[in-house]
């Protein structure tokens, strides 16, 4: 089992970073490929980045690619979202989630692929 704890949300003014953290129990973590999602108020959960178990390929979505940058450090079971140039568009429930499979060579985007979330940190950008 994998339990996942999000940090870092916020308000934050357009133009500004906020940094997420994902903290997860669990002996896996290592071997799990790890993902980013967000929801906004009326919306379905969308991709935003995801990253392999070895951290050395990365994925975003359009949306986010060049503002947002995904990345890991297994040895403390933390997986992070950096989040630059942040527009109100941005404004979200942004979850953690893992793969459902270990040790797959690649990530994955689709949400039906992870099978364990955290909780959510609410994001908000002010225009």
């Known amino acids: 089992q994998v339990q996942l704890v999000e940090s870092g949300g916020g308000l934050v003014q357009a133009g500004g970073s906020l940094r997420l953290s994902c903290l997860a129990s669990?002996?896996?973590?290592?071997?799990?490929?790890m993902g980013w999602f967000r929801q906004a108020p009326g919306k379905e959960r969308e991709f935003v980045a995801a990253?392999?178990?070895?951290?050395?390929?990365?994925y975003y979505a359009d949306s986010v690619k060049g503002r947002f940058t995904i990345s890991r450090v297994n040895a403390n079971n933390t997986v992070y979202l950096q989040m630059n140039s942040l527009k109100p568009e941005d404004t979200a429930v942004y979850y953690c989630?893992?793969?459902?499979?270990?040790?797959?060579?690649?990530?994955?985007?689709?949400?039906?692929?992870?099978?364990?979330w955290g909780q959510g940190t609410q994001v908000t950008v002010s225009s």
């Open positions: 669990g002996r896996t973590f290592g071997s799990r490929a």
């Open positions: 989630a893992a793969d459902r499979t270990l040790s797959r060579a690649f990530a994955v985007r689709a949400a039906t692929e992870y099978g364990y």
């Open positions: 990253i392999t178990w070895s951290g050395v390929m990365t």
